[in-house]
T-cell receptor, first 114, second 114 residues
Framework: AQSVTQPDIHITVSEGASLELRCNYS??????LFWYVQSPGQGLQLLLK??????LVQGIKGFEAEFKRSQSSFNLRKPSVHWSDAAEYFC????????????FGKGTTLSVSS | EPEVTQTPSHQVTQMGQEVILRCVPI?????FYWYRQILGQKVEFLVS????????KSEIFDDQFSVERPDGSNFTLKIRSTKLEDSAMYFC????????????FGPGTRLTVL
């Protein structure tokens, strides 16, 4: 079955500390992988995506993610968290074809403490 | 920067009533999608639409739901007879056709069924 697992429901990080959000997926074909961020009351904003090539991808707002095929993982990282990063983060997987569904994980809520 | 827009931002309706949620996708995009997010849960795919036909739909998208592109710019989701469990945030998204697509999401419509 196709699925995305985000094992951490809620993470609290101190401002300035590093962050890693975990994502594991199960998908029959070679997937496209995405991280979206959702601030309260807002829509989904794409942080970064992996389609092919370099397995370390850079995104907006200083985020990066690494695709590890052997571990079926696509973890999101940021070296220094800012208070404005507090939000909900969703990992998603999709087929290499437009028009197909994205499958989302349940999300990880990030809180940032001062 | 082009963006997906959705109206209304919040809709309240009585159980059994019909609702139409409206979306204006990005103008040069060819694929359109609806997703929903029940409060506190993950984002779930409903349907994708291309060339005036449904490309893919989920089990959630039953006979109560329909989609339409009534003109060259709007994309609508109709729920024929709303149920309490239809209360959710509904997101519209659009994407290009080519490989390396990404889905751009609108801000969502919060539907409350009383």
């Amino acid at each position: 079955a196709q699925s995305v697992t985000q094992p951490d429901i809620h993470i609290t990080v101190s401002e300035g500390a590093s962050l890693e959000l975990r994502c594991n997926y199960s998908y029959g074909a070679t997937p496209y992988l995405f991280w979206y961020v959702q601030s309260p009351g807002q829509g989904l904003q794409l942080l970064l995506k992996y389609f092919s090539g370099d397995t370390l991808v850079q995104g907006i707002k200083g985020f990066e993610a690494e695709f590890k095929r052997s571990q079926s993982s696509f973890n999101l990282r940021k070296p220094s968290v800012h208070w404005s990063d507090a939000a909900e983060y969703f990992c998603a997987v999709g087929a290499r074809q437009a028009g197909t569904a994205l499958i989302f994980g349940k999300g990880t809520t990030l809180s940032v403490s001062s | 920067e082009p963006e997906v827009t959705q109206t209304p931002s919040h809709q309240v309706t009585q159980m059994g009533q019909e609702v139409i949620l409206r979306c204006v996708p990005i103008s040069n995009h060819l694929y359109f999608y609806w997703y929903r997010q029940i409060l506190g849960q993950k984002v779930e795919f409903l349907v994708s639409f291309y060339n005036n036909e449904i490309s893919e739909k989920s089990e959630i998208f039953d006979d109560q739901f329909s989609v339409e592109r009534p003109d060259g710019s709007n994309f609508t989701l109709k729920i024929r007879s709303t149920k309490l469990e239809d209360s959710a945030m509904y997101f519209c998204a659009s994407s290009e056709r080519d490989m390396g697509y990404e889905q751009f999401f609108g801000p969502g419509t919060r539907l409350t069924v009383l």
